[in-house]
Structure formats: C-alpha cells, structure tokens
C-alpha cells in the first residue's frame, strides 16, 4: 500500500488560498488519492478524490503532478472554519489514515 | 447527517462491565470500519469488515468484539476495558474498492470514557 508523508502543521491568513501539500511516491498507477478532513472531535469528511488529473469542486482543488508522486489540496478562500486536520490517503489502502496536517486558519 | 449513525454518543463504564457500541449506515456501502481516536492522536484503524466478513484485525486486543451481522450494521461489543481505552470511537462506511465521488462517510462517533 502506498504511504503519503504531510507536514504536520501549517498556518493560512483568513481569506488568502491555503495549499496543503502531499507526498505519495509510491502510488501505482490504480491508486486514487483522497483528501478528508477533520474538524475538532468530528468524524473525518469527505473532500476531494482524484486519479491523475487536476479536480475541482465546491470545496476545493486537487493538483496531482504529472509523475502522480505528489499533490496539493487547494482551499481558494480559506475561512476560519477551514482549521482542522487534513488527510491525504491513497486508496484503496484500508482507509488508513496518517498524523495529517494541522491547518490553522488565523484572523 | 452523514448517513452513518452511531449510538450511543457518550458512554461512561467500568472496568467490569459489558457494553456495545452500535452503527448502521443505509448508503448501500459494502465496507465497514471501526477506528479508535485518542486524545490528540491520528485515527488508529481497528477493524474491517467488506461485504459482512472481517478482512482487517490490526492486532486489537480481545476485550475489543466486533461483529457485523450484515452489511448494514456493525457492532463493537466490549469488556473488561482499561482507562486507557477512553477515546473516540468512529464508524465508517465505504464502497470498495473504489468509494467513488463522496468517499467514505464517518459516524460523529462514541465518546468513551472508562473508570
């Protein structure tokens, strides 16, 4: 099962695009990538899933690179309420989840 | 709502007694998963059940049972717990193997306190 390695925290201005990156060397070429998020003492959510091209949807964007070792989560605007912990999974891998990266949205 | 409901919400137990966690989702997913969350730790995957059979123990101790009478339901019995057993625990359901457009769905989970 490909692992992904994130860093463990990062800081976003209120309002400015938040870029959580991800790296997932080892992905072979049937593995989706998956990114979720948990928000404080909440089930993790659902955020956006892709193969090898970019993704966009009502919560954010997926930018996978050509060689699919790596992506990067894309919240345009980010709110106060963007702050939680976000997951990068490469699936199908058990649904096995990492440390993730401690977003902090900042005023 | 995520369509995964777990109950009860908050439990508080004995070291000596017997007590059941319960989920059910109704999304027609064929996949299950227990996960325990302790405090400012990642989600540490338990159990997983694919199409009612158990295809992942990871290495959990006997006091924790798991048992998933059909692909709707899934249960998490336990007895004789430690203190250090307090956690969150987490539901969750997928269709696998590839969950698709909305991925897995988690229950908001149990909040276990053991004393």
């Known amino acids: 099962d490909a692992k992904t390695t994130q860093p463990p925290s990062m800081d976003c201005a209120e309002g400015r695009a938040a870029n959580l990156p991800c790296n997932h060397s080892?992905?072979?070429?049937?593995?989706?990538v998956y990114w979720y998020r948990q928000i404080h003492s909440q089930g993790p959510q659902y955020i956006i899933h892709?193969?090898?091209n970019n993704e966009t949807n009502e919560m954010a964007s997926l930018i996978i690179t050509e060689d699919r070792k790596s992506s990067t989560l894309i919240l345009p605007h980010a709110t106060l309420r963007d702050t939680a912990v976000y997951y990068c999974?490469?699936?199908?891998?058990?649904?096995?989840f990492g440390a993730g990266t401690i977003l902090r949205v900042k005023s | 709502e995520t369509g995964v409901t777990q109950t009860p919400r908050h439990l508080v137990m004995g070291m000596t007694n017997k007590k059941s966690l319960k989920c059910e989702q109704h999304?027609?997913?064929?996949?299950m998963y227990w996960y325990k969350q302790s405090a400012k730790k990642p989600l540490e995957l338990m159990f997983v059940?694919?199409?009612?059979?158990?295809?992942e123990n990871n290495s959990v101790p006997s006091r924790f049972s798991p048992e998933c009478p059909n692909s709707s339901h899934l249960f998490l019995h336990l007895h004789t717990l430690q203190p250090e057993d307090s956690a969150l625990y987490l539901c969750?359901?997928?269709?696998?193997?590839?969950?698709?457009?909305?991925?897995?769905?988690f229950g908001q989970g149990t909040r276990l306190t053991v004393v």
């Open positions: 969750a359901s997928s269709q696998e193997p590839h969950p698709g457009s909305y991925g897995a769905f």
């Open positions: 080892t992905i072979s070429g049937n593995e989706y």
């Open positions: 892709g193969l090898k």
């Open positions: 999974i490469v699936q199908p891998n058990k649904l096995v």
């Open positions: 999304l027609g997913h064929n996949a």
């Open positions: 059940y694919n199409f009612k059979e158990q295809t």
